[in-house]
């Protein structure tokens, strides 16, 4: 295996809850209102330190997205996933931008998120948005 490299943030940032790795910075927050299978999760401009998994097509709740699951490039943990493409109009503004799911991560602060049970059961994953 070759030499691993690593971007390093500062000011704030959200890390891999497993191994603390840099994933994204609290400034490159788009919104915070997103929902996975897991509960809450936040869409980003930019996110460091992840590989990309194999692009699929997935059927949420605001309709066709070509997507990516996104992986720790430390531990190999999935921390959620990259749009690559919105079928519909008025969700292209997700293109490019990657979703970090919360209970995958520590906060600015060093917190961590756990996943709640009634979100669980709630929401199957997906990407609806707080209304």
């Known amino acids: 295996m070759g030499r ?56 949420m709740m605001t309709g066709l997205h070509t997507v990516a699951d996104i992986f720790c490039v430390k531990c190999g943990s999935i921390v959620g996933w990259t749009y690559e493409t919105a079928h519909e109009k008025n969700q292209k503004y997700k293109e490019g931008k990657s979703v970090l799911e919360r209970c995958k991560l520590s906060g600015p602060d060093g917190s961590s998120y756990w996943v709640s049970h009634e979100v669980h059961a709630h929401f199957g994953g997906s990407d609806q948005e707080d209304v």
């Open 4 to 59: 691993l490299f690593q971007v390093t943030l500062e000011g704030k940032f959200y890390t891999c809850k497993h191994c603390k790795t840099h994933l994204a910075l609290s400034d490159d927050i788009v919104s915070k209102a997103f929902h996975c299978k897991h509960g809450k999760a936040y869409l980003f401009n930019k996110v460091v330190n992840v590989t990309v998994g194999v692009k699929e097509d997935r059927l």
